[in-house]
């Protein structure tokens, strides 16, 4: 059974960071399109980033050179680290796994909380 | 970026009806289009990919159709398990966007 397990979320301040982890079981994160998705409490869905199995990354706009996707192959984890943190970054933020077409996700994590406030 | 729009924001229905959300792309993106599910508290739910194809799992009330610019998702007859806000999705090409969100409300 494929499940997503996020943690890492929490309280922080402007100008701060975190590392959100999501732990994968049921199948391998490293052969797959792995992204992370978030929501700003009351909003929509926002994509965040995507790593290929490959190892190439792409990010939106809004994150670009403050977030870092990545992944621990012999731990089956997917990363987000997060920098230079502000309030407009408060979400849930949830990983997410696609079908065989990037990026159509047919699994989800529960979510993590990241609230930025000071 | 592609701009995905949802139409309407807000539908109101009773169970047994047959409701359509229609999703409109501002280019074409080749069908790349899905379509989820979200309750509140929630991760969203995968009802539909590549515009026509039903995730496993799903109902076959639902259904989605469409190509090129514009889609739609139908329900074909409401059940009270479906009431949730819907969102269609582009992954045409990055950025990935999402539409608004159509929230389905009991009438």
């Known amino acids: 059974e494929v499940q997503l397990v996020e943690s890492g979320g929490g309280l922080v301040h402007p100008g701060g960071s975190l590392r959100l982890s999501c732990a994968a079981s049921?199948?391998?994160?490293?052969?797959?399109?792995m992204s992370w998705v978030r929501q700003a409490p009351g909003k929509g869905l926002e994509w965040v980033a995507v790593i290929y199995s490959g190892g190439d990354t792409y990010y939106a706009d809004s994150v670009k050179g403050r977030f870092t996707i990545s992944r621990d192959n012999l731990k089956n984890t997917l990363f987000l680290q997060v920098n230079r943190l502000n309030p407009e970054d408060t979400a849930v933020y949830y990983c997410?796994?696609?079908?065989?077409?990037?990026?159509?996700?047919?699994?989800w994590g529960q979510g993590t909380l990241v609230t930025v406030s000071s | 970026d592609i701009q995905m729009t949802q139409s309407p924001s807000t539908l109101s229905a009773s169970v047994g009806d047959r409701v359509t959300i229609t999703c409109r792309a501002s280019?074409?993106?080749?069908?790349?289009l899905a379509w989820y599910q979200q309750k509140p508290g929630k991760a969203p739910k995968l009802l539909i990919y590549k515009a026509s194809s039903l995730e496993s799992g799903v109902p076959s009330r639902f259904s989605g159709s469409g190509s090129g610019t514009e889609f739609t998702l139908t329900i074909s007859s409401l059940q009270p398990d479906d009431f949730a806000t819907f969102y269609c999705?582009?992954?045409?090409?990055?950025?990935?966007?999402f539409g608004q969100g159509t929230k389905l409300e009991i009438k």
């Open positions: 049921g199948f391998t994160v490293s052969s797959n399109f």
């Open positions: 997410a796994r696609s079908g065989q077409q990037c990026c159509d996700y047919h699994y």
């Open positions: 999705q582009q992954y045409n090409s990055y950025p990935v966007t």
């Open positions: 280019q074409s993106i080749n069908n790349w």
